[in-house]
């Protein structure tokens, strides 16, 4: 049974934007840290970036500073991944995942700090 949904992945152009939604059924978001993940083909699963559940700690990879901006509507439940000047080399699917905790910290990375994950959505950006 899915616990998150991703949305808003699609194919974009050198340049463009996208923005990622990620929300959850069976629980609340607001009470948990939630990552951002990616994996390309042939490639290791990354950390992206992450947010808090008060959504004042966020972090990034050096691969999305600057470009990536994470952010959370606890209202509404829902966390987001604002993709601005993407490359080609973002293609990837990319996953929402769920901390077990409230948290956000260097070691947003861990796979094993989530205990629920998404089924991904793709993100694809043309040269």
């Known amino acids: 049974q899915t616990q998150l949904v991703e949305s808003g992945g699609g194919l974009v152009h050198t340049g463009g934007s996208l923005r990622l939604s990620c929300s959850a059924s069976l629980f609340t978001l607001a009470d948990r840290a939630i990552g951002w993940f990616r994996q390309a083909p042939g490639k290791a699963r990354e950390g992206v970036s992450c947010?808090?559940?008060?959504?004042?700690?966020?972090n990034y990879a050096d691969s999305a500073k600057g470009r990536f901006t994470i952010s959370r509507d606890n209202a509404k439940d829902t966390v987001y991944l604002q993709m601005n000047s993407l490359k080609p080399e973002d293609t990837a699917v990319y996953y929402c995942?769920?901390?077990?905790?409230?948290?956000?910290?260097?070691?947003?990375?861990?796979?094993?700090?989530?205990?629920?994950w998404g089924v991904g959505t793709q993100v694809t950006v043309s040269s």
């Open positions: 995942a769920a901390n077990w905790g409230r948290f956000c910290d260097t070691t947003y990375t861990t796979a094993s700090k989530y205990s629920y």
């Open positions: 947010i808090s559940s008060s959504g004042d700690t966020t």
